[in-house]
Nanobody
Framework: QVDLVESGGGSVQAGGSLRLSCSASGLPHSKIAMAWFRQAPGQERKGVAAFERDGRITYAESVKGRFTISRDNAKNTLYLQMNSLKPEDTATYYC????????????????????????WGQGTLVTVSS
């Protein structure tokens, strides 16, 4: 059973920074991708940044140049460094993992409909004030 636990959310003023962490356990040995998604109030959950199963890193256009995804394999931890935060970045951020059967047919984990993803963390809230 995959267990993903996020931390690091909080409130920050526009222009500030936050770093989110996702501690993972129970990940399968098959090739997997890991990603950060976010969901703003009243909106659907969307992909933000991903480590793809082939090693690529992908970002949503809205966060390119501001957010950086990284990971520490020894600690089984995924990170999201968020700089130059904007009020529109306000959302609950979720860590997600997907194996081949979820990713097949998609070029990027960020393109997979959130309903098809079966491994989620509980989410951490990020609030950016203007």
């Amino acid at each position: 059973q995959v267990d993903l636990v996020e931390s690091g959310g909080g409130s920050v003023q526009a222009g500030g920074s936050l770093r989110l962490s996702c501690s993972a356990s129970g990940l399968p040995h098959s090739k997997i991708a890991m990603a950060w998604f976010r969901q703003a109030p009243g909106q659907e959950r969307k992909g933000v940044a991903a480590f793809e199963r082939d090693g690529r890193i992908t970002y949503a256009e809205s966060v390119k140049g501001r957010f950086t995804i990284s990971r520490d394999n020894a600690k089984n931890t995924l990170y999201l460094q968020m700089n130059s935060l904007k009020p529109e970045d306000t959302a609950t951020y979720y860590c997600a993992a997907a194996s081949d059967y979820v990713l097949n047919g998609f070029d990027s984990f960020l393109s997979v409909p959130f309903a098809a993803v079966d491994a989620w963390g509980q989410g951490t809230l990020v609030t950016v004030s203007s």
